[in-house]
């Protein structure tokens, strides 16, 4: 199938099969991190810092090792030294050496017979701290009096006189921004503020790893990337890659949290140490939300300028972002996705990312995205309030298109944000009438999307079924949609494709189901595999028919020939060609390995209704549209499934979810009763539109779905609330103590 | 055949307050070459993960794929995903 | 631990007096195993009460009021159509507790037990007047509900004390009941505040009331000058206005991970007066 | 730690296993029984993802000692689907993609058959408030309600 076929009807693209993994999933047998166990197994327990910034002294394991049952203790003297930089700090992250630098950060672990046996051994483990001065709020941590997290923490970008709490600095822009602020005829300002926010995914992080003395291993773990953490654990521990094989257990959601190492060395270490038994690890809620992901924290500062008429002449951005102790905040995405949504003569951008006593940020779901669109698209709303512009012809006016210079730099190809506006402004949700105490908010939302490095390979059975083998793991209905592009691509049904995720010897490297690759990249690989063996099933019919190769050609599962000249031939089926390989060279089989390009911008729209109780503070979501450009909707179930979680994700943001500390800078709501994430009688149902407006550059038009939808929602909500209560509130959580205050005093404070 | 190479601001310090480079080279390998050769400040930007959008197509640093002569060429910060 | 399923009262106590170390009750389990997974100590004796006879019984007594036994879970409470009816505000405290999972497992009496300032159900069996039964090595006694909790986390209950029913006063005419509570999201969440009002009329007029404040003190406040102020009136005028300021008043909040202490103070006002009106719509109905 | 013989049924079959009293339920299906379907997202009751039926109830298997089921009638995910068959609310799940990463999906299909037993005309306001108690991350629950909807419409159509 040609580039050029994309915008043909598909017979099996589009429609909405039953995933192959359903049935798994429905009857508890799907086997996720947790669900494994092994002969001689052990159970390990992590001990944890109890302070957000200590010196670790001492560390007496002595008394714990004679417990009965423990068969290992390790603590960072057990991981070799020696390291380059980004490897120290994925190190020092899994196991902290003479600092803990967060509360929850790991200091020993031990695996023992019984997990109640291991936490004893943990409660035995003597540790002598000395405490440190800690900071956790980013505007305190770019102080330059600030209490240091880690000396010499930033680096070579970072300019002189900063903060010693700044990891690195960024700066761009085009155009001259003072002239565009004298070309507007309002200029509006303002600081916005986000708190951290866990990716909050059901399953805890879960492993069980082997390791011998002579370096080889294997490891079970719910991961959105297997090879990322054979890389990264292969690096702490210094073992051979090839060597440790990982297997991807099903993934019990991850959105960015689980593309990293946290307790998978820990269980390495701990085999190897206890003569190479098993040994499992699964980590608690409470460990889960005091030592892995979250997102970093923003202050954000932004001036914005529109004309009378709607348009945007100008912008500045300042992000400062926490990202916790070893920096990595997704503070240059963020900056990318600012004003990625608008044409504007002139912006500039500056970003700091800041070092504070908090576990290291991890990916979520459009880093960095939601905090610029909160930022940003809260400012544009609040311009467009006062000059009485309607929000959705603002955004048309201003809209980027094909051809348009990006903010951050590079030229759009086709892009789908004005179809996205006018689908918007269309839906009846944009004109339902309102009641006292209710608003609407609208905004837009970005994602650059990521193609990656991706290797697969498609095997034809004896009966003209057909393998697929990826290493993405499925977290959301990628073997649906990979399924559903193999059988468009071989025209052959949809059942008759299994789709497989392989461990990490059994294919290249691939990154993890991340950047909304999954769909995209593999699915890319598949066709160009797939058309591997579709070439070879023709060169062997072109031989039965003693024909040239280029006189055979594929359709609908069958190879014919290439028109009359070619000769007169019935058809023969993907079948018979399958039943006759061993007879006409053996198996057939394909594979691709590239880094995919060619990644399509998603760009969203989405519209909010709440009602405020005036007296409490809360805010109900009334009603609730996504509208976004899949470019090709290949399951389109799941892609509307991506569109309501991520939008779901983005109210729990904006309402209810924060990361609280206490004076002592320990996390005081590690559990899902206090770190509120939402439930299903907090939410209407979440309506969508999938747009449709290709992306060239894929053989199927997909542009990844997964993370643009997470962005518009605290924008949106924002814009509602200030509708309803003419109120504006400039940082999140909307919580209903903040928004009463805000209702009281006329502001929020930020 | 020259390409045109695009900086990020905080870069300029190293390339004589330029944030626009014209600069002759037939591949993103040979441009990384050229740039870390003329322009040393720029090294550990490089080192430290880079990507390079090509007419507005993300590449790897070390492509030896031919590039399009006049190709517009944008250094960005290396982007995370979730 | 050692795990004990008595078969009496009796015998629970005996086990309890002849046992050393931590001892802990288990009747729905809901706090006491949420304190097995995160607390630093497990109790050295766990004594499951369930396996006694008449624990998950509700039954009416001769006086006219009911007994509802220490392991009636929220569900049996919630489908006990007449104490639904007769105390809807007692009844709906219980069902706020947690979710239809906790509900099956959940008691009144662990609720109390358990000591939490913020517990759904204890205003509305406060404001009800209810008490309930201990048995200890010397005897069993009735004690006020009201009298049960001493602090955060604390109760009168001493060692040896256990707890084997609830008991519900005769419910009249022209009485109601409410409870409200303020939670950020609409269902999962701890109380950041909670009112319960107790409420009987004559001719319409209030003429005795019982206001009870949830996690906004150390303990359940009783706000008796709040209360005060709604007998003799029909809610009429700017008595609920007069009422919110009283309970916003009276509140001894302090500031911690679910809410402020001033946050607390403006909002226990609001849900005072919400329940009120909810009371008092209940006991004009109830005739 | 001296452990407990427990004699139980688990979706109609007798089975015996020998519990540490500190265990959960949960801990005793999973890693005595081998039933891994239901999950431990939480441990202390907040997520729903070990629901199971405990005598008839619905309850958070972590919320229940392993030591209480002696006697007991347990219903797990691994028994909801009939011999010949999907459970109806498990057909209608994987039929409008009410999953993605299907890890919340065992306690939440417990839980909506604990509610379609009760109730099979729920308004979507119950479902709602009777799933609280069961966290889903991926979905936005919005696909989950509709099926169990759409669930209890058929199962009227078909009484």
Not at chain 4, 85 to 97: G, S, W
Request: glycine share 10%; hydrophobic share 40%; proline share 5%.
């Amino acid at each position: 199938m040609a580039k050029d076929e994309i915008t043909k009807e598909f017979k099996y693209i589009g429609t909405r099969p039953n995933r192959p993994d359903g049935y798994d999933k429905v009857t508890g047998r799907a086997k996720y991190g947790a669900d494994v166990s092994a002969v001689g197994m052990l159970h390990a327990a992590v001990l944890r810092s109890p302070y957000a910034h200590a010196r670790i002294k001492c560390i007496n394991w002595e008394k714990a090792a004679k417990l009965s049952g423990v068969k290992a203790i390790v603590t960072r003297d057990d991981f070799p030294n020696g390291k380059d930089e980004d490897t120290l700090k994925l190190l020092e992250n899994t196991i902290a050496g003479e600092f803990a630098y967060y509360d929850g950060h790991a200091i020993a672990a031990v695996a023992a017979t019984s997990v109640f046996a291991a936490k004893e051994a943990i409660k035995a483990i003597e540790v002598e701290y000395e405490v440190l001065p800690h900071v956790i709020d980013v505007d305190e941590a770019i102080k330059p009096d600030a209490p240091v997290v880690r000396e010499n923490a930033g680096d070579f970008s970072v300019p002189e006189g900063c903060s010693p709490n700044v990891a690195s600095y960024i700066e761009f822009g085009r155009g001259d921004i003072s002239n565009g602020f004298d070309k507007a005829d309002l200029v509006k300002s303002g600081r916005f503020k986000t708190e951290a926010a866990h990716q909050g995914y059901i399953e805890p992080h879960a492993c069980m790893a082997q390791l011998d003395h002579d370096g080889q291993g294997e490891m079970w773990v719910c991961t959105q990337g297997h090879w990322y953490i054979r890389q990264m654990c292969a690096a702490v521990l210094g073992l051979e890659s090839s060597k440790l094989c990982v297997t991807p257990s099903e993934i019990g959601g991850g959105f960015g949290g689980k593309t990293t190492i946290f307790i998978e060395p820990l269980a390495l270490a701990l085999s190897k140490k206890s003569g190479g038994r098993p040994v499992k690890i699964v980590m608690s809620r409470a460990e889960v939300l005091r030592a892995t992901g979250p997102t970093a924290s923003a202050s954000m500062d932004v001036k914005i300028g529109m004309t009378k008429d709607g348009y945007l002449t100008s912008g500045s951005v300042e992000f400062r972002m926490q990202g916790g102790a070893f920096g990595g905040s997704p503070v240059s995405e963020a900056l990318q996705c600012a004003f990625a949504s608008y044409n504007m003569p002139a912006v500039h951008h500056i970003g700091y990312d800041i070092l504070a006593n908090r576990p290291r940020a991890a990916a979520y779901r459009a880093p960095g995205s939601p905090m610029a669109a909160f930022a940003v698209e809260s400012l544009i709303d609040e311009i467009c309030t006062d000059l009485s512009l309607d929000p959705i012809d603002v955004r048309l006016k201003n809209a980027v298109k094909e051809g348009d210079k990006s903010s951050y730099g590079p030229k759009f190809k086709k892009i789908g944000l004005i179809e996205t506006l006018e689908a918007t402004k269309d839906h009846p949700n944009y004109s339902v009438s309102l009641e006292v105490n209710q608003g609407r908010g609208v905004a837009a939302g970005y994602w650059m999307n990521h193609g990656g490095e991706t290797s697969v390979s498609v095997s034809l059975a004896e009966d003209g079924s057909v393998n697929v083998t990826v290493g993405t793991p499925d977290i959301g209905g990628s073997r649906a949609s990979i399924a559903l592009m193999t059988a468009e691509t071989y025209g052959i049904p949809y059942d008759s494709v299994s789709v497989n995720i392989a461990e990490t010897g059994a294919l290249g490297f691939n990154e993890p189901t991340h950047g909304s690759r999954a769909t995209l990249a593999s699915g890319k690989a598949v066709y160009e595999a797939a058309n591997q063996t579709i070439s070879e099933m023709c060169r062997r019919v072109a031989r039965k028919w003693q024909i040239d190769p280029d006189a055979v050609f594929w359709e609908k599962g069958y190879a014919k020939p290439a028109g009359p000249n070619a000769g007169d031939f019935s058809p023969i089926s993907i079948k018979q060609i399958a039943s006759e390989m061993d007879k006409t060279g053996g198996p057939i089989a394909g594979h691709h390995e590239a880094s995919i390009r060619g990644v399509g911008h998603s760009f969203g729209v989405h519209i909010a209704d709440v009602e405020v109780d005036p007296e409490t503070g809360r805010v109900t979501v009334l009603r609730y549209l996504v509208v976004q450009d899949a470019g090709r909707a290949i399951h389109p179930s799941y892609v509307e499934g991506q569109f309501q979680g991520g939008a779901v994700q983005g109210i729990g943001w904006a309402l209810n979810e924060e990361y609280v500390y206490g004076a002592d800078g320990c996390l005081q709501n590690a559990a899902f009763l206090d770190y509120r994430i939402p439930v299903a009688s907090d939410l209407p149902n979440i309506d969508t539109i999938i747009v449709e407006v290709p992306n060239p550059d894929h053989p199927f038009g997909v542009r990844g779905v997964g993370e643009t939808g997470i962005a518009p929602p605290l924008p949106a909500l924002a814009n509602a609330v200030a509708a309803a209560t003419k109120v504006r509130l400039r940082s999140l959580p909307m919580s209903p103590a903040k928004v009463l205050k805000a209702i009281k005093t006329g502001s929020d404070g930020c | 055949m020259a390409v045109n190479v695009y900086l990020w601001t905080s870069l300029k310090k190293f390339t004589n307050e330029e944030d626009r480079l014209s600069i002759e080279a037939k591949s993103i390998g040979e441009l990384v070459g050229v740039l870390e050769r003329d322009f040393p400040g720029l090294k550990p930007f490089i080192d430290s993960g880079i990507s390079f959008a090509v007419n507005g197509e993300l590449s790897n640093p070390n492509s030896n794929e031919p590039l399009p002569d006049g190709a517009e060429i944008y250094l960005m910060q290396k982007l995370k995903g979730g | 631990m050692q795990y004990h399923t008595p078969s009496s009262f009796n015998e629970a106590v005996a086990i309890s007096n002849s046992s050393s170390g931590l001892i802990k009750y288990l009747a729905g389990g809901t706090d006491v195993l949420v304190q097995l997974k995160i607390g630093n100590k497990s109790p050295d004796h766990l004594i499951d009460i369930k396996n006694i006879p008449g624990v998950r019984d509700v039954t009416l007594r001769k006086d006219g009021g009911y007994t509802i036994g220490a392991a009636v879970s929220g569900v049996q409470l919630t489908g006990h159509k007449k104490i639904s009816n007769k105390w809807p505000g007692l009844v709906e405290g219980m069902e706020l507790v947690g979710s239809a999972q906790i509900q099956s497992r959940a008691t009144l009496v662990g609720n109390l037990c358990n000591g939490s300032p913020a517990a759904d159900s204890v205003p509305g069996m406060i404001a009800a007047g209810a008490s309930v039964s201990v048995i200890n090595s010397f005897g069993t006694k009735d004690v006020l509900v009201e009298d049960i909790p001493t602090g955060p986390g604390s109760t009168s209950l001493e060692n040896g004390d256990i707890v084997t029913a609830i008991k519900l006063p005769k419910r009249n005419k022209y009485e109601g009941d409410a409870y409200l509570r303020f939670i950020p999201r609409t269902e999962m969440d701890i109380a950041v505040v909670g009112c319960a009002v107790n409420l009987s009329l004559e001719n319409g007029v209030i003429t005795a009331a019982k206001v009870v404040l949830g996690a906004v003190g150390p303990k359940m406040i009783i706000a008796n000058a709040a209360a005060d102020c709604l007998i003799g009136t029909k809610l009429d005028g700017n008595i609920l206005s007069r009422f919110s300021t009283e309970c916003s008043q009276i509140a001894q909040p302090i500031s911690d991970k679910r809410g402020s202490k001033e946050f607390r103070k403006d909002i226990i006002g609001v849900i005072a007066k919400r329940a009120a009106t909810k009371a008092y719509a209940r006991a004009l109905g109830n005739n | 730690m001296n452990k407990i013989h427990v004699k139980t049924n688990i979706n109609g079959d007798h089975v015996e296993f020998l519990a540490d009293p500190r265990e959960t339920l949960l801990d005793c299906l999973r890693d005595h029984i081998g039933l891994t379907g239901s999950k431990e997202g939480c441990g202390t009751g907040d997520c729903g993802a070990c629901s199971c039926i405990f005598d008839g109830d619905l309850v958070s298997s972590c919320l229940v000692l392993g030591v209480e089921a002696q006697g007991k009638s347990i219903e797990t995910i691994e028994g909801m689907a009939g011999e010949e068959d999907l459970h109806p609310l498990q057909k209608k799940f994987i039929e409008m993609a009410a999953l993605q990463c299907g890890f919340c999906t065992p306690g939440i299909l417990i839980a909506a058959k604990a509610l379609l037993d009760r109730n099979n005309n729920p308004t979507e306001n119950e479902v709602r408030y009777w799933l609280a108690g069961n966290l889903c991350r991926c979905t936005g629950y919005d696909k989950i309600i509709r099926a169990v909807m759409e669930t209890a419409k058929e199962i009227q159509e078909t009484a």
